[in-house]
């Protein structure tokens, strides 16, 4: 039994739902920390920290040492083992939000192109116009594009859509807190299992499997993150830098 | 009494489309005459329906009961075609895409057209398809500002289709596409160019309808083993364009995704040659609701040559100009992607 180290009521509440595996901690020390946003400055002691929905661009300010696991709102590491690694011609990633979540819906939607690619992403173009944009970037040899979409409504509800194209097709939709994944073969289209668990048991689960596996190598999130950061930000200075007129409509 | 139509070009996209599309107009029209290169093709695609063939456009456009034109031969040759039926007589032309590969040729192809009042019709189905029009409809109702186009094309080859169609020997065998060496830039730009004229000019019309005014290209690049994707502006409007032939696999995949201001609309447009029905269209707002338009029993194929039809019946204008636009919009992009892909700065 380990315990957690939290102020967040979701995760309190998930800490719950695994009563044999944590206990509520006195400390961050030697415990799975979890923490908001951009990190913290008691971490550094902890077993395991998880990272929740942290801010386009905060990555790079959590310090090395425990096992970081990240907690993407749009970006679940379950549905991502559901789609798989695919042998893709080509990579589509379509994303549209309210400009308020818009910057973590773009990271997110660049790491499915990676994550479906199994492969670190370059960015070769990307442009923008009137809150909306579109980049072409690279996975190795492969084309992966990306089209971003500002919705003109503070209480739009964030969706992505990510395409592998090739003899087998993969499409994963992220609505909301849904996701789907639909993989389709000449034999007919299947829908891949995923388990109904919150996206915060999910995360603190893997943060416990990181502590039992410490030292038998790390669970790349945090790596992750910071390359999908690295690119969000390249599209997100392009589309701040031809901001929409008029863009903000009332929600 | 059904218009004697002569068919120029005898390959899949006759064996497999323009027959069989007629075949279910037949009260309104009736196959007289098939033509070939040279190929021999036309004899016995001209037997199914008792029709005439012949060897080049000659015999077939002095057929007396030729009176509508359906140019299906290959793209370099559409616009002498075009030319050679006006200045033989047809009344009517139904020209495959694309009209014409240059400018200057588009141009003479439509005055030649305007000039004698023959009706024409460019053959991009997917302008037709009743979903399509469904899509416009919700479209301008809606009245949101239209900020991005994407279309996508994951396809497997041709034959899978045919096979739905119509029997015998008329397509491609699967894994028998050429592939070029994309790592030529020539040979890239070549491809990309060519796929747009002849691929993406499927739905080009309707990228023009949403976006008229063509900008720049901002990326383009060649996808292997044969495909592109395309990045240009156009009134404003950011446009993406992927398209991938493959092997095998997967059933056709061919969507339009319209995004506005507030909602996302998607057209799913049925695979090529095929007559089960138009496209699928869905709308998602803001707020996550989706809504889901019945598909109508019609299709494109169908639909175009009923448009001609009308024209013939002077029920329905000829766009002569927007068909020129129309062709000069494809041409234009298709260059300055070849030019983005040879690397040219200025594309």
């Known amino acids: ?251 | 009494m059904p218009q004697g139509v002569g068919v120029i070009g005898a390959g899949p996209g006759v064996a497999a489309l323009h027959l069989p599309t007629l075949a279910r107009l037949a009260e309104r029209f009736q196959v007289v005459h098939v033509s070939d290169g040279g190929s021999g093709r036309a004899a016995p695609l001209a037997a199914r329906t008792g029709a005439a063939h012949s060897t080049g456009v000659a015999t077939l456009l002095a057929d007396p009961r030729v009176e509508v034109v359906a140019v299906c031969s290959s793209p370099q040759h559409h616009a002498a075609q075009v030319l050679a039926a006006v200045a033989a007589g047809a009344r009517a032309i139904l020209c495959e895409k694309p009209l014409a590969l240059t400018r200057d040729d588009a141009q003479a192809v439509v005055e030649a057209c305007r000039a004698a009042g023959t009706a024409l019709l460019v053959g991009t189905n997917h302008l037709f398809d009743p979903a399509w029009c469904r899509a416009t409809r919700h479209l301008v109702a809606e009245g949101s500002r239209l900020t991005t186009v994407t279309i996508t094309a994951a396809l497997p080859p041709n034959d899978r289709y045919h096979a739905v169609v119509t029997e015998g020997e008329h397509g491609t065998p699967s894994g028998a596409r050429a592939r070029p060496d994309l790592s030529d830039p020539q040979a890239a730009a070549s491809l990309v160019r060519g796929l747009l004229i002849g691929l993406g000019v499927h739905d080009l019309p309707i990228v023009r309808d949403l976006a008229p005014t063509f900008e720049r290209v901002v990326y383009a690049r060649p996808v292997a083993p044969v495909g592109y994707a395309v990045g240009f502006i156009a009134g404003g409007v950011l446009v993406q364009l992927v398209a991938v032939m493959l092997p095998g696999g997967a059933d056709a995949l061919w969507r339009l995704t319209v995004g506005t201001e507030r909602e996302q609309l998607d057209v799913d447009f049925r695979p090529a040659f095929t007559h089960d029905g138009s496209a699928s269209v869905s709308v998602r707002s803001a707020d996550g609701c989706v809504v889901e338009y019945p598909r109508d029993g019609g299709d494109g194929y169908l639909a175009e040559w009923e448009a001609l039809a009308a024209m013939i019946d002077g029920t329905a204008p000829v766009e002569y100009d927007e068909i020129l636009a129309d062709a000069c919009y494809a041409i234009e992009l298709a260059d300055a992607a070849a030019a983005a892909v040879r690397g040219e700065a200025g594309s």
């Open chain 1, 1 to 251: 039994m380990i315990g957690v180290w939290t102020t967040l009521p979701a995760y309190r509440a998930v800490a719950a739902e695994l009563p044999l595996s944590t206990r509520s901690a006195d400390s961050p020390a030697g415990a799975v920390v979890v923490v908001g946003g951009g990190g913290g400055s008691d971490i550094a002691a902890a077993a395991a920290v998880v990272l929740v929905d942290p801010v386009p661009g905060a990555a790079p300010t959590v310090p090395d040492g425990p096992p970081v696991i990240v907690d993407r709102v749009w970006l679940r590491s379950d549905v991502a083992a559901a789609a798989g690694i695919c042998d893709a011609a080509v990579f589509t990633a379509e994303c549209a939000a309210a400009a308020g979540e818009l910057a973590g819906v773009v990271r997110d939607a660049i790491g499915w192109l990676r994550q479906l690619a199994d492969a670190p992403l370059t960015l070769e173009s990307v442009h923008a116009v009137g809150g909306s944009a579109m980049a072409l970037l690279r996975a190795g040899e492969r084309p992966a594009t990306l089209t971003v979409r500002t919705i003109a409504d503070r209480a739009a509800r964030p969706r992505l859509r990510v395409l592998a194209a090739g003899a087998s097709r993969t499409e994963v939709v992220v609505d909301g807190q849904d996701a789907t994944v639909v993989v389709t073969t000449q034999g007919g289209a299947q829908r891949m299992p995923v388990l109904p668990e919150s996206r915060q048991r999910l995360a603190l689960r893997r943060a416990l499997e990181a502590v039992a596996l410490r030292g038998q190598g790390d669970p790349g999130d945090l790596a992750e993150l910071r390359h999908d950061d690295q690119l969000c930000a390249l599209v997100l200075d392009e589309l701040h830098r031809r901001p929409v007129e008029g863009r903000q409509k009332p929600g």
